[in-house]
């Protein structure tokens, strides 16, 4: 659509940065995508135009084009996106695709790190951050799949390893804020993560990660892994479909098997027992060339053998507090081709989709990606387009949980020159972190979920008429009874809510059956001895 105008000079007022500046080889700092309205551009459902018919086509988002600073003389520099611009020039067209080549131009940069916020008080924190091909400086011997096809790692230098693990470091504690369970893409191998676990040791002795990885079959050898809190004990970390085989060709199904946690929270209080499975599907890349009848059989196998296991775990325990979480190449919506994500969590609509497979979850799981505002559902960028490719999906039984979701910002919108500053977080990947907020303590009462004798309690609470003398009641929410003092040594007696598993004196009122005086008043000292001897 760009057509009329090329050759011809532009203004633009008020344009944004869909995608951040790029890099080719020895052009370190190159174009960046744009659109000439504020926002944006997002990737959307269905199969990229023309499509298929009968199916959702997506428009390819044909107003995104390309800014390249230096085409007219201007020198180029470093653009993120979500920044604003002005700019004059001249439309051209290059490598397949129209630009703006600007004889003037002004960039208003973005706040583009944004870290999560601090947890709170009982909060469990489950992370995914795919590591953009992290290796080491190490060349490790190939090795052979079970079906004779070559694994082989990528070999760094010392010094891009240590400024990799610099920046990883820096983003897992400054912009992830050290979550309990950080589950990783794109590995090398257990030594990768044990060497990252090392140095956010020594940065912060606070935070202190054992990591876990098993081997997979990627080609590559990149895999999926975990770095774990040592305020988490880790019952079990099982890897599921190594061997599993792709039925369309007698391939292996799983390059980065899934592989899952199984884990209780230890610290504030009693154990509380979760899982988290941890994925890395197939990309989309190849999804409309030579190898696309294969590559959207594989998607949709994969998803399925996802679904079945998840459904597998819901069966053998229905209040599993299960997450399923990582990369999951794929979006909040259909492809056209597969709907991946449909498949997961057990929402299919057969009509949405080329391929599609039975629903094989119940009770669905949610995707918490949905609870972002439109705006801020994206965890890549590609060709200017943002798009949710990483995902946390959650068990019912974990709803009333939930306390947040959010992506942290500082990798995607990054430009790509950004990987090699050791000085800043910004770049260390390609993907955006996302971290998922779970409660131990759903009312907020101070006493954990799992050693909570009396749900749904309500702070603070106040006595019908006064708090009496020797009397007992929750009149604020610092976890502590107060009561009114008579003059003399006062009632000798303390009480909070750990005391009382949980309970208030309305609970412990209605609990007991006891009469007026006590919501009227407070408990008494003997009322509330009676009831932290019975929970003890």
């Known amino acids: 659509e760009l057509e009329c105008y090329e050759g011809m000079l532009v203004e633009v007022t008020g344009g944004s940065v869909s995608g951040p500046s790029q890099s080719f080889g020895s052009d370190p700092v190159a174009e960046a995508f744009v659109v000439t309205r504020p926002g944006r551009a997002f990737r959307e459902p269905g199969i990229e135009y023309p499509g298929l018919p009968g199916l959702p086509v997506w428009d390819g988002n044909p107003e995104v084009f390309e800014l390249d600073p230096d085409k007219l003389g201007l020198p180029n ?26 004889t003037e131009l002004v960039v208003r940069d973005a706040d583009v790190l944004r870290p999560v916020r601090d947890r709170e008080r009982a909060e469990v924190t489950i992370a995914s951050l795919n590591l953009l091909r992290l290796y080491d400086d190490v060349d490790d011997p190939a090795d052979l799949r079970t079906d004779g096809e070559l694994r082989d790692d990528t070999v760094v230098s010392s010094a891009e390893y240590a400024v990799r693990r610099a920046k ?35 940065a912060d002795p606070a935070v202190q990660y054992t990591a876990w990885l098993e081997e997979g079959n990627d080609r590559g050898t990149i895999d999926v892994g975990f770095l774990v809190r040592d305020t988490v004990a880790v019952d079990a970390v099982t890897q599921f479909g190594k061997d599993e085989i792709l039925a369309f060709d007698g391939s292996l199904l799983n390059d980065r098997p899934p592989l899952l946690l199984e884990g209780r929270s230890i610290n504030e209080g009693a154990a509380w027992p979760f899982a988290v499975l941890n994925l890395h599907n197939r990309s989309l890349g190849g999804i409309e060339g030579p190898e696309a009848d294969r590559i959207r059989a594989k998607r949709l196998a994969q998803a399925q053998s996802v679904a079945a296991l998840v459904q597998d775990l819901q069966t053998a325990n229905p209040d599993i507090r299960l997450v399923v979480a990582g990369d999951i190449n794929a979006f909040e919506f ?14 299919v609509d057969p009509a949405e989709s080329l391929l599609s497979g039975p629903d094989l979850v119940d009770p669905d799981l949610i995707n918490q990606v949905l609870a972002v505002p439109p705006g801020e559902r994206y965890s890549f960028v590609f060709g200017g ?74 702070l603070p609470e106040m006595p019908s008429a006064r708090l009496g003398s020797n009397r007992f009641a929750l009149t604020d929410a610092d976890f502590a009874f107060d009561t009114s003092a008579p003059p003399g040594q006062g009632p000798g007696r303390s009480y909070t809510t750990e005391d009382t598993a949980g309970c208030s004196c309305t609970q412990i009122v209605a609990a007991e059956g006891l009469g007026d005086g006590h919501s009227k008043f407070g408990c008494s000292i003997g009322v509330m001895d009676n009831w932290v001897r019975s929970v003890r």
């Open 385 to 458: 387009s943002a798009q949710a490719l990483d995902h946390a999906l959650t068990s019912q039984a974990l709803d009333g949980s939930v306390r947040g979701f959010t992506f942290g910002r500082g990798n995607a919108d990054a430009a790509e020159i950004l990987l090699e500053d050791a000085t800043t977080p910004l770049g260390s990947s390609d993907h955006d972190g996302l971290v998922l907020y779970l409660t131990k303590d759903r009312d907020g009462d101070g006493v954990n979920d799992d050693a909570d004798v009396c749900p749904a309690t309500m």
């Open 168 to 202: 990883s470091v820096a983003y897992v504690l400054e912009v992830l804020k050290a979550p309990d369970v950080l589950a990783v893409q794109e590995a090398e191998k257990l030594g990768v993560l044990e060497d990252l676990a090392a140095d956010i040791a020594a």
């Open 77 to 102: 520099r470093v653009i993120n996106a979500g920044a604003r611009f002005d700019a004059a020039g001249v439309i051209g067209f290059e490598f397949g695709g129209y630009e703006l080549w600007p």
């Open 334 to 347: 259909s492809d056209g081709y597969v709907d991946v994500l449909g498949q997961i969590r057990g929402d």
